[in-house]
Nanobody, 123 residues
Framework: VQLQASGGGLVQAGGSLRLSCAASGRSFSRYYMGWFRQAPGKEREFVAAISWSGGSTYYADSVKGRFTISRDNAKNTVALQMNSLKPEDTAVYYC?????????????????WGQGTLVTVSS
């Protein structure tokens, strides 16, 4: 599976962005999908995850209520809608895929990673 993230950019605080991650290959619906982010000088951290069918979603406390993760298995895509953005949301955002497992909080459990897309939120 190859993952291609897009949609990052520069936005003012309070604004919105929608990130998208396109997956190539087969059996997309067998992958638990996650979004992570890494700010300058910080560790990569979990942002959100979605189950194989999309029926379950999980969020970091810092983004709960502001971000929404979704997927379209017919199109092999996963999205992250980000609203009410804050300067502390500034980071490179990565999508990741985990095959047939649901250890979505654990970075090392993900099998594939996208290249990252930069989100910058100005105050």
């Amino acid at each position: 599976v190859q993952l291609q993230a897009s949609g990052g950019g520069l936005v003012q605080a309070g604004g919105s962005l929608r990130l998208s991650c396109a997956a190539s290959g087969r059996s997309f619906s067998r992958y638990y999908m996650g979004w992570f982010r890494q700010a300058p000088g910080k560790e990569r951290e979990f942002v959100a995850a979605i189950s194989w069918s999309g029926g379950s979603t999980y969020y970091a406390d810092s983004v709960k209520g502001r971000f929404t993760i979704s997927r379209d298995n017919a199109k092999n895509t996963v999205a992250l809608q980000m609203n009410s953005l804050k300067p502390e949301d500034t980071a490179v955002y990565y999508c990741a895929a985990q095959y047939l497992r649901d250890n979505f909080l654990l970075i090392h459990e993900y099998d594939y990673w996208g290249q990252g897309t930069l989100v910058t939120v100005s105050s």
